[in-house]
């Protein structure tokens, strides 16, 4: 089975390219994590789960850090997006093992950790922008089904405490209380 980021990586380049210079010190729903530091994340990890994809995977983790935001992020991003979901169009990127900051896992594991973080992380950036943000809803499911995989022994630096959604509410509703986000936070006013 393979992993299409394409719909997920498309929809995030999409939210990235409407950001405005003067958001990148906005609060996101990652607490003390600016817009700039999700952005900055979101470039690190794009990179690193192409090269996973790849099957060359690189040293380091993905920085939140708002200074190491590349200066010509805004084009950079979403090329790095488009380059994570052709990676990962190639069926030989799901075989065998891979690693990704620092952690090797099955190559069908990594897609989907790559799917949940740049789904998440979209949706990050859409709530603390003011954008609209869609997610397919059965992109939606599989990267809750990851968060729900760890079960009560979740990792705390990869999520937060869990949010209770109720089961009837949307996929992308119930995929964001897995990860410990609040589905109707709001930037302060």
Not at 54 to 76: C, F, H, I, N
Not at 99 to 122: F, N, Q, S
Not at 170 to 175: K, V, W
């Amino acid at each position: 089975m393979t992993t299409d980021l394409g719909r997920a990586t498309t929809t995030t380049a999409r939210v990235v390219s409407g950001i405005r210079d003067e958001q990148l010190t906005d609060p996101t729903p990652c607490e003390g994590t600016p817009v700039g530091g999700i952005l900055a994340h979101l470039a690190g990890l794009a990179y690193a789960f192409r090269m996973a994809g790849e099957k060359t995977p690189v040293d380091g983790q993905a920085s939140a850090d708002p200074g190491m935001l590349p200066a010509d992020w805004r084009t950079r991003i979403p090329a790095e997006l488009d380059a994570l979901a052709a990676a990962w169009r190639d069926p030989a990127a799901h075989e065998g093992t891979t690693a990704a900051g620092g952690v090797e896992m099955p190559g069908y594991v990594a897609a989907v950790v790559a799917l949940d973080e740049v789904v998440v992380h979209g949706w990050d950036l859409a709530v603390a922008t003011g954008q609209p943000y869609d997610v397919d809803p059965a992109d939606a499911d599989a990267c809750r089904a990851f968060a729900d995989s760890f079960g009560d022994d979740r990792p705390p630096d990869l999520y937060g405490p869990r949010v209770e959604v109720p089961e009837d509410a949307p996929a992308l509703d119930r995929l964001l209380g897995a990860t410990g986000r609040d589905p109707g936070w709001k930037p302060p006013v």
